[in-house]
C-alpha cells in the first residue's frame, strides 16, 4: 500500500522527467553542456597548448587558417621551471620547457643544427644555428658549452653537474623528438597562439560566470521574493521598491558600475553579474509565493504553529522549483552573454586570460582587415553555441513543467 501511494506521489516528477527526455532539442542542448563542462573539467590535459591561460607565443605564425601546419623545432628554455603533477597542470597548465622555432628546413652538422626560420608560405626565412646541447638539455645560463669536438660534448647543466653526451646522440635526440610538424586545427590568433587551446580554456571562464552568477542571483532572488511575497504589506512594498529601482538601470550600465567599485578582477566579474540578475528571480519567486500564500496546506501549517522559515524552505519553495529552474537557465545563458560583452568592451576578464569575449576583442578588427576571419568568428560560434544549449534546456524545463502539459 505505501509503495503505491509513494509511486502515486512521485509520478508528477517521473512524468516531468519523461517529457524531458522525450523533448529533442533539450536533449541537445543537454548534450553540448555536459560536452563543454567535461571540457572544462580536463582543461590544460586535452589542450594542444599547455601553459598558463594557452598563452605560448609563435609571432612567425600568427593569424594562420585552420589545419595549418608548420615544422618546429623545439628548443630546451635555459632555467629551471617548476615541477607540476597531473593534476595541478590540468588546472592550471605548466610553463613550456621548450622555445617552440617555426622551421622550413634544417640540417646538423657537427655540433650544431643549422635551420632556416619560417617566415611565410613563399618568403624565404632567416638563417639561425642552434648548439646540439642548448637544444636538448637545460644548460646552466653562467656556463655552457665547455668542449665541444666531432666525437663529444661536455657541458654543465642546471645543477652545475657535469654531464658527457657524444654528439650523434645529440643528433639523434634532436631529430627524433625535438623536430616535428606540428598542425593548428583551428589556425592561430593575431600573436601565433593555438586558438583551439585558448577557445577551450576560455570554456572555463563562461561555466564558472554563469554558474557562480546564477548561483549569487538565485541566493538573492529567492531570499528577497520569498519575504515579499509571505509577508506582503510594507514589507513587499519596500522590496518591490528595491526591486523596481534595479529594473529600471540598465543591466549593462549597471554592471559597469558595479566592476568599477570591486575592480577588474576574476571573482568581481562573477558577484557584478549576478548582482544584476537576482531581480528577475524575485519577480517571479514572489508572484509564485503570493499564489501558494493562501493554498489549504499552507495555511494548514501556519495552524500547526510552524515558523516562518519553515512553511517557505519546507512547504512554498520545493512547489515553485519549476519557474525557478526555467529562470536559472535562461540566467545561465544571459550571464554568457554579458561576460563576453564586458570582456569585449574591456571591462571583463583580462588579457592574457582567455574568455571568449576577450577572444572577440582582441581579433575582430581581423573580421575586415585580413584574409583570415576565423580568430573572431570561432569565439562567436562558440558563445552562439554555449547561449543556444542553454536556452533550449531552460525551454524544456519549462515545457516538461508546464501544468497544461500535465493534465
Not at 567535461?38 to 587558417?65: C, F, H, M, R
Not at 654543465?156 to 616535428?180: N, P
Amino acid at each position: 500500500m505505501m509503495s503505491k501511494q509513494s509511486e502515486n506521489i512521485s509520478s508528477p516528477g517521473k512524468k516531468a522527467l519523461q517529457r524531458l527526455f522525450k523533448n529533442k532539442p533539450a536533449i541537445f542542448g543537454m548534450v553540448l553542456i555536459a560536452i563543454a563542462v567535461l571540457i572544462a573539467i580536463l582543461g590544460y590535459a586535452i589542450t594542444p597548448d599547455s601553459t598558463p591561460n594557452a598563452n605560448d607565443q609563435v609571432n612567425e605564425i600568427n593569424l594562420k587558417p585552420p589545419g595549418f601546419q608548420v615544422q618546429m623545432l623545439k628548443v630546451r628554455k635555459n632555467r629551471a621551471l617548476e615541477k607540476k603533477g597531473f593534476f595541478a597542470k590540468m588546472m592550471s597548465g605548466a610553463d613550456n620547457p621548450y622555445r617552440l622555432i617555426p622551421i622550413n628546413n634544417y640540417n646538423i652538422k657537427k655540433d650544431s643544427v643549422y635551420v632556416e626560420v619560417y617566415a611565410g608560405e613563399e618568403l624565404a626565412g632567416k638563417a639561425a644555428q642552434y648548439s646540439l646541447a642548448d637544444v636538448v638539455h637545460p644548460l646552466s645560463v653562467t656556463q655552457q658549452s665547455v668542449i665541444s669536438d666531432a666525437r663529444q660534448t661536455t657541458f654543465y647543466g642546471l645543477d652545475e653537474t657535469e654531464q658527457v653526451v657524444t654528439t650523434s646522440e645529440l643528433a639523434q635526440q634532436v631529430e627524433q623528438k625535438h623536430i616535428y610538424t606540428r598542425t593548428y586545427h583551428f589556425g592561430t590568433d593575431g600573436l601565433g597562439r593555438c586558438l583551439l587551446s585558448r577557445l577551450l580554456i576560455g570554456i572555463r571562464v563562461s561555466l564558472a560566470v554563469g554558474l557562480l552568477a546564477v548561483l549569487i542571483s538565485l541566493t538573492i532572488g529567492i531570499t528577497m521574493g520569498a519575504i515579499a511575497g509571505y509577508f506582503g504589506g510594507r514589507v513587499d512594498d519596500f522590496i518591490m521598491l528595491i526591486i523596481n529601482t534595479m529594473w529600471s538601470i540598465p543591466t549593462l550600465l549597471l554592471v559597469f558600475a558595479l566592476v568599477l567599485a570591486l575592480g577588474r578582477g576574476f571573482w568581481q566579474i562573477f558577484v557584478a553579474i549576478g548582482l544584476t540578475m537576482w531581480v528577475d528571480v524575485a519577480r517571479i519567486v514572489r508572484g509564485q509565493v503570493m499564489s501558494l500564500r493562501k493554498v489549504q496546506f499552507v495555511e494548514a501549517a501556519d495552524s500547526l504553529g510552524f515558523g516562518h522559515r519553515r512553511i517557505i524552505a519546507r512547504h512554498i519553495l520545493p512547489n515553485i522549483l519549476g519557474p525557478v529552474m526555467v529562470v536559472a537557465a535562461a540566467n545561465f545563458a544571459i550571464a554568457i552573454l554579458i561576460e563576453a560583452g564586458l570582456s569585449y568592451l574591456g571591462f571583463g576578464m583580462q588579457p592574457p586570460m582567455p574568455s571568449w569575449g576577450t577572444m572577440l576583442s582582441e581579433n575582430y578588427s581581423f573580421l575586415l582587415k585580413s584574409d583570415n576571419p576565423f580568430p573572431a568568428i570561432v569565439p562567436g560560434i562558440a558563445i552562439m553555441l554555449m547561449v543556444l544549449a542553454f536556452n533550449l534546456v531552460g525551454n524544456g524545463f519549462r515545457d516538461a513543467l508546464d501544468v497544461k502539459t500535465r493534465l
